[in-house]
């Protein structure tokens, strides 16, 4: 009997595991390393491949779609903005709304005075040219997949967190472009397609966020955010603003020295 069990055991060994777990472990593994090979840094691109973001921007200036999706994007990141510095400062978050005329309204919960609610309604209008900013630098420095990897898991969240269809079908849209591009981008091209999309979608923000700081400057809406931080402190609404001019101007200064770094 014991003779017996060990050329059982010998010849199950020499078997080898079951066919359909092995030919599993490969596919999982591949899956993996490809993830992380699209979330590691690869070496800068060469600026004189970049002309996506050329081409990005430029459909947003000629083609009223396209610029009304930058404009959708901008207000996305603001009212992300919002919802994800509320957090960090310890508010809730209940969910946002993107609305028809391509205004947002994110929903925290927390005290109704204090620091963490101004910084909250602070957050929301600089947060365009700081994600642009750093999207574009990012791109310049190879990590346009850092980038899209990190934007995916944030739009997954903001799915969850959707409280109407209009703004889950938007999210789901950018969240399927963004999917394809960090998956497929630099492999169906002969050119850093990631960076330069990345780098074009980071310049849009950025444009964005001087528009938006130029509509609110020119909005009666007592319940827009610079005077809703006037009605919380003693600080005028105006000041409020031009904390955002300030943010906008050092984003741009930032991204105007890198690029002209490249030439």
Known sequence: MISTHAIDTTMLAAAG??????AAAPGAAGFWDGVLARVAATTPPDPRL??????????AWALPVVRRW???????????GHAVVGMLVGRRFHG??????LSGRAVTSGRSRGPGRCITAWAGYPMPAIVGAGAVLA??????????????????VLLAMSRSVRTAVLVTLCGAAVA??????DTTAAVPLRAGVVAGVGLLLLAGAWESLGDVARSRDGGADHRTLGALTPLPAGFWWLTWTLVDAGATWLVVRAVAELW
């Open 17 to 22: 595991p079951t066919p359909g777990v092995a």
């Open 50 to 59: 970049l002309w996506p973001a050329a081409v990005v921007v430029a459909l």
């Open 70 to 80: 930058a404009r959708a994007l901008t207000t996305l990141v603001h009212e992300a």
């Open 96 to 101: 946002f709304v993107v609305a028809g005329d």
């Open 139 to 156: 791109a310049l420095s190879g990590w346009a997949g850092a980038v899209l990897a990190v934007a995916l898991v944030v739009l997954v």
């Open 180 to 185: 394809a591009l960090w998956w497929w981008g």
